[in-house]
């Protein structure tokens, strides 16, 4: 069986019901772990041990008191540091908020709260979700728990990290453009982007509200499953979340098989810096899908190639925008300066937004002023439209798309000097969500000892077709069942 913090949530859910553990052991394993390799993994910016034990002793006294609770009641997870989450800090990797306590929940810790899961802890990330790789974090730099030299992606890097480390068996992400796939791929796991809207974005700390969506991030398709069921469906405080119905993942993905599943891979996807091994790795999926009844066959998206630049187009123009609140009068960090309101404004950001959120701000800021906005933004967006309909009509012919998650497998930290190469890092993440679409990633090898992702995009709000094809794809190999060196430290 393993340690108790080697659990799956699926194991973890299946031995609460039975009274084979108790939610305080469970949790009491999982903090010990984290004491154990946080120093050397820093995936976590705040850790939550006194609360998760008191959640945990609760969900055992209704357990105890016969009480119908949901299937991962007393399950530990790990919750992204742009979710806020009531009483406990929450910074978004940012000296801005570096003290900032919310008064409130976000409707997914809302709902986790309700359904009884247990929180270890707030997760490290790149300032404001910006960045490939977490080293953007104003606070430390999460390193890879398959190689402690490398990076876990980005900006959910410390969310994959904690996963991967076993210091949670699941946690929650947000991808913007890629954020949630691209760290699932580095770090040997299945990551989630939802279709936009299928989960509430209300207190999530925003970067770009047309682009982000929370997702889950676990070790197998089964627990992504499970954490998608507690988090979809409509909020009434979000006015782009939908009423589309929310069905029974765990129970679609694992009574299902790929017979007649028609399968694009688009050309594209191979051509801007995908390396030769994670190609192969790829391929020999869909080798193996084909194996098992797919259909698999080339195709085109042409206007994949403009995608990435018309992303650091949108993003930053709605950044500049979101994160014009942070002014250093109402919260966040205010300078001491006594020059007026302006030179308040001015140091306090100064001050408080790092790098790489300035230059996004400033990008964005520019894109949208008077005579570029038509020369950069609107362009943007019609390209936005064109890779939409792209997707639209290949989907007419495939049931889904399949593709690398990454370029390569996961790199060292410090190695991207290059901004534009560090950007590269999302190319094949971000046209899913200037589209809209739902993208899973799921491990598919190993290059070079290091995990590899291939990700599955699917028409709007079909993440059960995504599941499915997911969980035939793990039941025919091993690569989902690989633990990091991390998650057996002592």
């Known amino acids: 069986m393993g340690e108790l913090h080697q ?13 084979e553990v108790s939610s305080r052991e469970l949790a009491q394993s999982a903090l010990n772990h984290i004491e154990a390799v946080e120093p050397q993994v820093r995936a976590l910016l705040t850790v939550t041990a006194e609360q998760a034990l008191a959640q945990a002793d609760e969900v055992d006294r209704r357990r105890a008191a016969g009480e119908l609770l949901s299937p991962l009641a007393g399950v530990p997870i790990a919750l992204k540091d742009n979710l806020c989450t009531s009483g406990v800090r929450t910074t978004a990797g940012s000296a801005m908020l570096s003290n900032f306590v919310p008064p409130y929940d976000a409707t997914v810790v809302s709902k986790l709260r309700k359904a009884g899961l247990v929180f270890v802890g707030k997760a490290n990330l790149d300032e404001f979700a910006m960045g490939s ?3 953007n974090s104003a606070f430390q730099s999460t390193t890879n728990p398959w190689d402690i030299e490398r990076v876990p992606g980005g900006s959910s890097g410390g969310s994959a990290a904690a996963v991967a480390a076993c210091e949670a068996p699941i946690s929650l992400g947000s991808d913007t453009g890629g954020s949630i796939r691209q760290p699932a791929s580095y770090c040997g796991l299945v990551g989630l982007k939802p279709t936009y809207g299928r989960v509430s974005r209300f ?8 682009l982000d969506q929370i997702g889950p991030l676990s070790r197998t398709v089964e627990d992504c499953a499970l954490l998608l069921q507690a988090i979809a469906g409509h909020d009434e405080r979000d006015s782009t979340s939908t009423q589309a119905h929310v069905e029974d ?14 399968i694009g891979i688009p050309r594209e996807y191979f051509a801007q810096g995908v390396s030769a091994d994670v190609a192969r790795a790829v391929h020999s999926a869909a080798a193996l899908y084909e194996s098992m009844g797919a259909t698999v066959e080339e195709c085109s998206l042409p206007s994949t190639d403009y995608a990435l630049a018309a992303y650091y187009v949108v993003a930053p123009a709605e950044c500049s925008s979101n994160l014009a609140r942070f002014d250093g009068v109402r919260y966040g960090v205010r300078s001491a300066d006594k020059t007026g309101h302006i030179g308040l404004m001015e140091l306090s950001r100064g001050q408080g937004f790092g790098s790489e959120v300035k230059q996004r701000i400033m990008i964005g ?7 570029y906005y038509d020369a950069y933004y609107r362009r943007a967006q019609q390209v936005r439209t064109l890779i939409r309909n792209e997707f639209n009509a290949a989907f007419q012919k495939f049931d889904m798309l399949l593709t690398p998650t990454a370029p390569a497998p996961a ?6 000097t290059d901004p534009m190469e560090m950007k590269l890092a999302d190319v094949c993440t971000i046209p899913v969500n200037m589209a809209g679409l739902p993208g899973l990633s799921v491990p598919c090898g190993f290059v070079d000892g290091m995990p590899v992702g ?12 995504l599941l ?16 990091s060196p991390a998650a057996s430290a002592a």
Do not use: D
């Open 411 to 416: 790199f060292k930290l410090g190695a991207m």
């Open 454 to 465: 291939m990700q599955l995009i699917a028409p709007p709000f079909k993440e059960a077709l």
């Open 468 to 483: 499915k094809a997911a969980y035939v794809y793990q039941q025919a190999t091993t690569w989902s069942s690989n633990l």
């Open 203 to 210: 207190g999530l700390i925003a970067y770009a509200s047309s």
């Open 7 to 19: 659990l799956t949530a699926h194991a973890m859910s299946t031995m609460l019901a039975i009274g």
């Open 365 to 371: 800021t520019y894109a949208l002023s008077a005579g």
């Open 249 to 262: 993942y765990l129970q679609e993905c694992m009574n299902s098989n790929v017979t007649g599943l028609r």
């Open 133 to 135: 790789s977490t080293e």
